[in-house]
């Protein structure tokens, strides 16, 4: 049983996020599934006070960023934000195996669907905001084609197991569930990829990031493309 100081120092976490932001779901995931208390805090970078607090803090201005005020420390990024909730605020699913060589693997898969699904997802995603004499159809294509490999990739990885990188929900799903999401959107692949198709399902249907889905609801009609995405009811 959590004590009522380990509560408090809980609660001087703080989320710089937007709940639209896939990066920012991987993180919520996270926390969800630990069941870390924590302080949202809305970023608007659209608004000039939000995003010069947000710049003060953090001055790439990308979000996620975690705040721990009980150790004084900023931190930013998907995955160091995870690992660094794993080290010093563990709980409820471990999401970094203790084993050496399960955790390359999950190291492995985390970085493959960040690098091969989520970040040409979000150059596909990004070329909508541009004016359209700024669009850059030829990097379009080449991350189209990125998603294509990685989505073959995946589908023959999810033949034989569960979750990402095995039998044990971990960090490479945190990673992967938001990647697909909105690749499904922009790329759809569920009639074409069976395997990868039943894990996404297995994804929206996992309580973390249910919750995930259901709190960014609101704002899907802020998603920059003419497809918008759908919440799943399990």
């Known amino acids: 049983m959590r004590t009522e100081a380990e509560g408090l ?11 639209l932001s896939s990066f920012c779901h991987k993180v919520l995931i996270a926390l969800y599934e630990a069941g870390i208390a924590f302080e949202p805090i809305f970023v608007d970078l659209g608004d000039e006070k939000s995003s010069a607090s947000f710049r003060a803090l953090w001055p790439i201005a990308k979000f996620p960023v975690l705040r721990d005020e009980a150790r004084n420390c900023t931190v930013p990024e998907s995955t160091v934000i995870i690992t660094y909730l ?5 709980g409820g699913t471990r999401l970094l195996p203790a084993d050496v060589d399960q955790a390359w693997q999950v190291q492995m898969w985390d970085r493959f669907y960040d690098h091969y699904v989520h970040h040409p997802m979000q150059k596909v995603v990004g070329d909508n905001l541009r004016p359209a004499d700024k669009r850059d159809p030829f990097g379009v ?26 039998e044990d929900f971990s960090l490479a799903d945190c990673a992967a569930a938001p990647a697909l999401f909105y690749a499904n959107t922009v790329m759809p692949f569920t009639r074409t990829h069976k395997n ?14 249910a919750r995930v ?10 998603f920059p493309m003419e497809k918008k995405p759908q919440l799943v009811e399990p």
Do not use: N
Not at 141 to 165: G, L
């Open 141 to 166: 294509a080449q991350a189209k084609t990125q998603i294509d490999k990685a989505f073959d990739v995946a589908e023959a990885a999810m033949q034989s197991r569960t979750w990402a990188a095995g």
């Open 213 to 222: 889905l259901k709190e960014a609801q609101p704002y899907f009609e802020l």
């Open 196 to 209: 990868l198709a039943a894990y996404l399902a297995r994804l929206t249907a996992r309580a973390s990031y």
């Open 86 to 90: 794993g080290t010093h605020y563990a």
């Open 9 to 19: 120092l809980r609660m001087s976490l703080k989320l710089y996020y937007h709940p």
